[in-house]
């Protein structure tokens, strides 16, 4: 493993089939000019500023959906899909936590598409262990054991997240346990999902998940229900998936899709059922 951890994490995700990293942009590095249609707001900016229930209304007005419930877990999926994946994969996969804030949490609104683009982290420092090749280097800090290290990288989580979920919790009046239900179960399913593919031992990922759930929500964080390994072809190696503990609601916009695989609920044996047909024909999964 190489001391610089960008270059690390981007060397580990090369071979995932889907590794939606966020932009990662060393402190001190200039950045390019933004085009005229980009507005870049940092979560804590777009928060104190009053940008949220603006970005919301007019996201939901021109893409959708018309509902309030999957409008707010929308909303956390295009701001924050690719700094949940950051957080999860490069714990999992290089054993570095990114301590992300968010004012270091960059966030592109396209004026003219009236949508997000691929969000940038700037100038985060890294939790690494004692033994880390990059133990000295200026991006990092330093953690005691795996116990501490785990813990900074759940604190990392709740701070740059906390602004947006909070602003969309009283814009949208959708309940705090479901919005940070939805980050939880994303971090899990974003170290199950490199596991799974890798090969590599599901219920171990799933631990490592569990532990920074675990330091997010000593942080912070609050949900009703955390999600739960679902093995349906334990013999193959990527015969284990998930159910999600809190529901994103995305059936309540588009009735006709029904509810989603991993949805809590959707009865087991369908889901069973669904699964095992994408084991044996990968092109009928979504």
Not at 76 to 88: M, N
Not at 139 to 156: K, L, S, W
């Amino acid at each position: 493993m190489t001391p610089q951890p960008i270059a690390t994490l981007h060397e580990a995700c090369a071979t995932l089939k889907f590794a939606p990293l966020p932009d990662l942009v060393e402190a001190g590095r200039p950045q390019a000019p933004a085009p005229a249609d980009v507005q870049w707001h940092s979560a804590a900016s777009m928060a104190e500023q009053g940008w949220i229930p603006v970005l919301f209304d007019k996201l939901r007005t021109e893409h959708g959906p018309g509902h309030n419930l999957p409008a707010a877990t929308n909303f956390l999926r295009v701001t924050l899909r690719e700094p949940i994946f950051l957080a999860a994969a490069s714990l999992y996969l290089t054993g570095r936590a990114p301590l992300i804030d968010a004012h270091t949490l960059r966030l592109p609104w396209h004026t003219d598409r009236s949508e997000f683009g691929r969000p940038a982290v700037v100038g985060a420092r890294w939790a690494v262990l004692p033994d880390d090749p990059a133990a000295d280097d200026a991006d990092t800090v330093v953690a005691r054991d795996e116990d501490e290290q785990f813990t900074m990288a759940g604190e990392a989580v709740f701070s740059a997240f906390a602004p947006i979920v909070d602003e969309v919790h009283r814009h949208s009046r959708s309940g705090k346990r479901t919005l940070w239900g939805w980050v939880l179960d994303t971090l899990h399913f974003y170290m199950l999902n490199p596991a799974r593919f890798l090969g590599r031992d599901a219920e171990a990922a799933w631990e490592s998940a569990t532990r920074l759930g675990d330091a997010v929500v000593a942080a912070g964080a609050v949900t009703r229900k955390r999600p739960r390994l679902f093995p349906f072809a334990p013999e193959h190696p990527r015969g284990t998936w998930a159910v999600r503990g809190t529901c994103c609601f995305d059936y309540k916009g588009d009735p006709e899709h029904g509810y989603c695989t991993t949805c809590p609920l959707k009865c087991d044996a369908e889901r069973q059922q669904d699964l095992s047909e994408w084991l044996r024909d990968p092109a009928l999964a979504p």
